[in-house]
């Protein structure tokens, strides 16, 4: 099927930068949507950044991050991008790669989440 692989993750100061990644693999046809989700614990998970894959992509972020993260996507490589520039304490979770993919198999699209990689700011 599809496997989402998601790395970058890890341990930095508040102010600090952090590049994350979400690789998809498997029986892809296309990738229309990728986006990230944070979880916290106690919390529900919630949409940090999301991208169209369709033409130029349009994208959107959460208040809480807008002007600090960008999300950016490598359509020939089905592989997504989540640059987060001056973190803070509260951006601390677990972050899960999300995609809408089509499978070459059908024209159905299926939902794919990856198994998270944990960003952590120390203040």
């Known amino acids: 099927q599809v496997q989402l692989v998601e790395s970058g993750g890890g341990l930095v100061q508040a102010g600090g930068s952090l590049r994350l990644s979400c690789a998809a693999s498997?029986?892809?046809?296309?990738?229309?949507?990728m986006a990230w989700y944070r979880q916290v614990p106690g919390k529900q998970r919630e949409l940090v950044a999301m991208?169209?894959?369709?033409?130029?992509?349009?994208?959107n972020y959460a208040d809480s991050v807008k002007g600090r993260f960008t999300i950016s996507r490598d359509n020939a490589k089905n592989t997504g991008y989540l640059q987060m520039n001056s973190l803070n304490p509260e951006d601390t979770g677990v972050y899960y790669c999300?995609?809408?993919?089509?499978?070459?198999?059908?024209?159905?699209?299926?939902?794919?989440w990856g198994q998270g990689t944990q960003v952590t700011v120390s203040s």
């Open positions: 999300y995609a809408q993919v089509a499978l070459t198999i059908g024209t159905a699209q299926y939902a794919y």
């Open positions: 498997g029986s892809i046809r296309s990738v229309s949507a």
């Open positions: 991208i169209t894959t369709v033409g130029s992509g349009s994208t």
